[in-house]
């Protein structure tokens, strides 16, 4: 078995798992009719609520990693890093997830990722992890509160349009994390390769444009 059939496997693994979790969830209570008479309106966004939800989804998650199949779940110590929680199941190596939310129906953008400085020194620290990117599908309904349609799990090294933005505080980018016909298969070190490059190009874009100014 290669490495990319090995990762596929753990793929596969880790949606089947978070797709039966959000299940157990079920619809999450934000407000109700009662105290928001006309709805959603400008807070139906996934910035609006996604702290809360990424929570639920967190904990639920430590909280049922037995009854799920992992070895073991450990949330991250730090918010800014460039995972949510590291999983253990049938081996001893951990893996990484960073999680992400989509509304339902929205537009394709290219959304942040993580910052690029921290991808980096996160691949050279773990030059053979496997790192994720799951994506809860969220929907705002109209009882006030939110439905957990999908996720879908991608591997961070397997972005096809790598961009890194020199004006957004160097995030890493990426329109196509959602779909998996999309993926090019890499290494995490070729991924490295990719990365370490495109992000001194912008970090020269950004030195031209502080020089111009």
Request: aromatic share 10%.
């Amino acid at each position: 078995m290669d490495n990319y059939e090995s990762l596929e496997i753990e793929r596969k693994y880790l949606e089947s798992k978070l797709l039966e979790l959000i299940k157990k969830i079920g619809n999450i209570p934000i407000a109700n009719n009662k105290i928001m008479p006309f709805g959603w309106r400008k807070a139906a966004k996934g910035r609006t609520v996604w702290r809360i939800v990424e929570e639920v989804i967190s904990q639920n998650l430590e909280s049922k990693s037995k009854e799920l199949g992992f070895d073991s779940v450990h949330p991250a110590s730090s918010e800014v890093g460039v995972y949510d929680f590291k999983f253990c199941y049938g081996k001893s190596v951990e893996s990484y997830v960073n999680i992400k939310s989509s509304v339902l129906g929205g537009r394709t953008n290219k959304d942040d990722i993580s910052k690029a400085e921290k991808l980096i020194k996160f691949y050279r620290d773990n030059p053979n992890a496997n790192l994720y990117i799951a994506t809860f599908v969220i929907k705002f309904n109209p009882d006030m509160t939110i439905g957990l349609e999908n996720c879908i799990v991608f591997p961070t090294a397997w972005i096809p349009d790598v961009y890194v933005n020199p004006s957004n505080n160097g995030n890493l980018q990426s329109s196509k994390y959602k779909n998996l016909k999309n993926a090019i298969k890499r290494t995490p070190q070729e991924f490295l390769e990719l990365l370490i490059a495109e992000n001194n190009i912008a970090k020269s874009k950004k030195l031209k444009n502080k020089n111009f100014f």
